[in-house]
């Protein structure tokens, strides 16, 4: 039984900081992929930025410079710190790995989401 647990999300002014977590359970992950992808409202869900475990990081243009991905050295807890919040960084959040289960079937495993909200 997979699960991603979220936390760290909330309410921000233009400007401030957050920093998601999301811890994997349920399998060994030292070989996934773990993503954190991110939906506003009226839109279609976008990645926002990607970690091998071989330390291969990608962003989004449009994070590129103030947010940071990060995984544990046991590589079953991703992170996403996230600086010089913008309103249009409002969205829910989700956390997703890439895991083959012990049926050998490869499966995306999501987060419950969590909400950032960046607003005055």
């Known amino acids: 039984q997979v699960q991603l647990v979220e936390s760290g999300g909330g309410l921000v002014q233009p400007g401030g900081s957050l920093r998601l977590s999301c811890a994997a359970s349920g399998g060994i992950f030292s070989r996934d992929a773990m993503y954190w992808y991110r939906q506003a409202a009226g839109k279609q869900r976008e990645l926002v930025a990607a970690i091998i475990s071989g330390g291969t990081i990608n962003y989004a243009d449009s994070v590129k410079g103030r947010f940071t991905i990060s995984r544990d050295n046991a590589k079953n807890t991703v992170y996403l710190q996230m600086n010089s919040l913008k309103p249009e960084d409002t969205a829910v959040y989700y956390c997703?790995?890439?895991?083959?289960?012990?049926?050998?079937?490869?499966?995306?495993?999501w987060g419950q989401g969590t909400q950032v909200t960046v607003s005055s």
């Open positions: 997703k790995v890439n895991h083959v289960d012990y049926n050998l079937d490869r499966k995306d495993y």
